[in-house]
């Protein structure tokens, strides 16, 4: 089981709030995601 912490829209912690992966996120409430893309300037030399 995956859980997050929950957060308002002024990106504070909600205490007592915990949310729970496959379940809906109540309205008002968010999660921090983020997305990483990783790239390469070049061709690695062998």
Same mark, same amino acid.
């Given at each position: 089981? %995956?859980?997050w912490d929950a957060y /308002? =829209?002024?990106f504070r912690k909600i205490p007592?709030?915990?949310l729970v992966r /496959? %379940?809906?996120v109540p309205d008002g409430t968010y999660r921090p995601v983020?997305?990483?893309t990783v790239r390469?300037?070049?061709r690695? =030399?062998?």
């Open positions: 089981m %995956e859980l /308002g =829209k002024d007592g709030i915990t /496959g %379940e809906p983020s997305d990483v390469r300037a070049g690695l =030399k062998r």
